[in-house]
């Protein structure tokens, strides 16, 4: 039912601040940014071959990406993989013995489904399932 990895997710404390980084030093264009009120961040995405990077910047101390900078500082906060049946994963993965974040999928940063997997049952990778919600 995982068809890739469709993004890794990175913790940063400021867009402004990192997205020049991206572009210049690393050569990649920014594809879009979105808000995602329901986690409390702003996203700014970017493509390197058939995988994404999506930069995640707290909008509220409350978020749980200023949580894990405070906690871990910046850097890769999960990895995302593009499923085709995220409910059916959801399920699988707690028949496995995973411990779900979320049981049921929302709606999250590039008009896709997503929920997450615990990273205690994850070997301390926060996983995330997503589907396109078109």
Do not use: W
């Not at 995982?2 to 913790?11: P, R």
């Amino acid at each position: 039912m995982i068809t890739k990895i469709d993004h890794l997710g990175v913790a940063v404390k400021s867009l402004e601040t990192v997205i020049p980084y991206y572009e210049d030093v690393l050569g990649l264009k920014c594809e879009g940014r979105e808000e995602v009120e329901s986690q409390k961040v702003r996203t700014a995405f970017f493509a390197a071959g058939d995988v994404h990077i999506e930069l995640l910047e707290p909008t509220s101390e409350e978020s749980p990406i200023a949580k894990f900078i405070e906690k871990n500082g910046e850097g890769i906060h999960h990895i995302a993989f593009a499923t085709d049946d995220i409910t059916g994963q959801l399920g699988q993965a707690k028949e496995k013995g995973a411990r779900l974040i979320h049981e049921v999928p929302f709606a999250g940063a590039g008009e896709k489904l997503v929920a997450f997997l615990h990273p205690k049952s994850s070997f301390g990778v926060l996983t995330e399932f997503c589907q396109d919600a078109k």
